[in-house]
Nanobody, 120 residues
């Protein structure tokens, strides 16, 4: 079992900054990629940013230049630094991790989500 725990969400004014984090734990052999997704009621969950174990990153067009994804050396914790926040960034942000458990079975795990609210 692999658990992902997000933290750092909250309420921020438009133009402000917020950093959310996600810590992975459990029977992990390796993590190949971690990412942040977000979802608002009535809409599909969308990719915000992702990072591979090799350091490659990918961002949604809507957040490029404003958000930065990073991770610790072991890639057990991933961060999303969000700057110049807009009301349309309001959503529940979910962490996702892809990798292999210590029995070498693949996993695709999700966190419970953290609410980010940007007021205008």
């Amino acid at each position: 079992q692999v658990q992902l725990v997000e933290s750092g969400g909250g309420l921020v004014q438009a133009g402000g900054s917020l950093t959310i984090s996600c810590a992975a734990s459990g029977r992990i052999f390796s993590i190949n990629a971690m990412g942040w997704y977000r979802q608002v009621p009535g809409k599909q969950r969308e990719l915000v940013a992702a990072r591979t174990s090799g350091g490659s990153t990918n961002y949604a067009d809507s957040v490029k230049g404003r958000f930065t994804i990073s991770a610790d050396n072991a890639m057990n914790t991933v961060y999303l630094q969000m700057n110049s926040l807009k009301p349309e960034d309001t959503a529940v942000y979910y962490c996702n991790a892809l990798g292999y458990s210590d029995d070498l079975t693949p996993f695709d795990s999700w966190g419970q989500g953290t609410q980010v609210t940007v007021s205008s």
